[in-house]
């Protein structure tokens, strides 16, 4: 029996508001502070600029269209193993929730974490190691939120989230009513713009718009998913993307396109011109609020591939067992907390915590995100029958695009990130043996 058909009691909390929040918890995060200078060392005028920042907003609503018609067609707790497992058989899809459980979501959960560790060091110090004992408490109290249930963790998610629009907002447009720097051009090192350094602006792009995608395995919980999955990833992509532009303005108001290339610390200068002596203070406030609501929101999202699994996998059972009292699957959340916490002990143990998370997760990431996108295009060929109740417009350019697009980043990810890819490749090649633990399962047949 899938998950799906097994769900009906699972889908009665989650609203169209709870699904935004989400996804704005996940993606608006402290990115946004960190990359727009790398970004602005890749472009020569603030209009080019922008236009990064848009087509990072563009992309994501066509990855947000793609899963919108897997979400809606194929809904399940499971997300993005769902849809691997009907496209290509159950080996595939059982490579991906390993991947997902050792790499992508506990990796994702241990770099926001370090995150926001090192910003509540801050604000409240826990003596030498602080950093990494505000990381554990994190993990450890958000993941107990999440056992008491759903409820209890969407509202908080919403709280976060609505709180992280209007501070980022807030400061943005503070700073546009400030700043009065000319939207003057600037000279790249290189003395002009090439295809590849554009390329490289986009990467920063994308990290910064990353985790929309978590919307995939709240397809099972939402109410009247068919319809409600588009709302979601549309309203969700709109509202981040607004976000980001106004942010993007604002930096350019406040530090010009060359100010902006040699500003080291953009969120740390931000908030020094808009809120004087208390600069170091409110952004770590701002900071540790934007962290919490993408790790609650990707505690949340997470452990659900596990319960997908223990439904599919008979030597994982346990982990398929719902709590019905929290709405929540509560084996699955714990098992999900004993590998973040063993990467966390890496992540200590190394010299960059936070960029060892991010080289670990990115390439595994970026190839799987791009085998989901096959998947849309496979099933429309095996399951032609199949009702859809939102369709990918422009079918099947828009997809191919945005397969292409996630196979290019993979191979840069790869590239770029060095040993720390290559230590999660061969955890995701460790996993291999564990696809002889079950026979595939029949293409298309669930």
Not at 8 to 18: I, Y
Not at 104 to 127: D, H, W
Not at 290 to 296: D, F, G, P, Q
Not at 341 to 358: P, Q, R, T, W, Y
Request: one cysteine or more.
């Amino acid at each position: 029996m899938s998950a799906l058909t097994d769900s009906k009691h699972a889908r009665e909390g989650l609203s169209v508001t709870d699904g935004v929040a989400v996804v704005v918890g996940v993606v608006v995060g402290i990115g946004i502070f960190g990359f727009p200078p790398m970004v602005a060392q890749h472009v020569e005028t603030p209009l080019a600029y922008l236009g990064l920042w848009l087509a990072g907003g563009l992309f994501m609503l066509v990855g947000a269209l793609c899963y919108a018609e897997l979400g809606s067609s194929y809904p399940s707790e499971g997300g993005e193993y769902h849809y691997l497992r009907k496209a290509f058989g159950g080996q595939l899809a059982l490579l991906f929730a390993w991947a997902r459980g050792t790499v992508i979501q506990t990796g994702a959960i241990a770099v926001v974490a370090f995150i926001y560790g090192e910003y509540a060091q801050g604000l409240l110090p826990l003596g030498p190691n602080g950093a990494n004992w505000h990381a554990l408490f994190s993990v450890l109290a958000l993941t107990a939120l999440n056992v008491l249930g759903t409820r209890e963790s969407k509202r908080l998610q919403v709280t976060l989230s609505l709180l992280t629009v209007f501070a980022v907002s807030g400061v943005a447009i503070a700073g546009i009513l400030i700043g009065n720097e000319p939207l003057a051009p600037a000279q790249l090192p290189s003395g002009g713009p090439s295809l590849g350094v554009l390329g490289m602006g986009m990467v920063f792009v994308l990290l910064t718009y990353g985790g929309w995608n978590e919307a995939a395995y709240l397809t099972g919980e939402l109410k009247n998913p068919e319809r409600n999955v588009a709302r979601v990833l549309v309203i969700g992509t709109l509202i981040v993307t607004g976000l980001y532009l106004l942010s993007n303005f604002a930096f350019l108001q406040i530090f010009g396109l060359e100010g902006l290339r040699q500003t080291s610390a953009v969120g740390a200068d931000l908030m020094s011109t808009v809120a004087g002596p208390w600069a170091s203070v409110a952004l770590s406030l701002i900071i540790c609020i934007a962290a919490l609501s993408t790790l609650n929101a990707t505690i949340l999202t997470g452990a659900r591939v596990y319960y997908a699994i223990g439904r599919d996998v008979p030597r994982f059972a346990m982990l398929g067992e719902w709590n019905d009292r929290g709405s929540t699957p509560v084996r699955a959340l714990l098992v999900q907390a004993g590998i973040t916490l063993i990467l966390l002990l890496f992540g200590a143990l190394s010299e960059d915590s936070v960029n060892s998370m991010v080289a670990y997760t990115a390439p595994v990431f970026w190839f799987f995100m791009f085998m989901v996108t096959l998947s849309l295009l496979r099933l429309r060929q095996l399951d032609k029958r199949r009702e859809r109740p939102f369709s990918v417009p422009l079918f099947p350019w828009l997809p191919l695009l945005f397969a292409a697009v996630c196979l290019g980043l993979f191979w840069s990810s790869t590239l770029y990130a060095g040993t720390g890819a290559l230590l999660g490749l061969v955890v995701l090649a460790a996993g291999l043996p564990l696809l002889a633990m079950r026979n595939p399962v029949p293409i298309g047949t669930r």
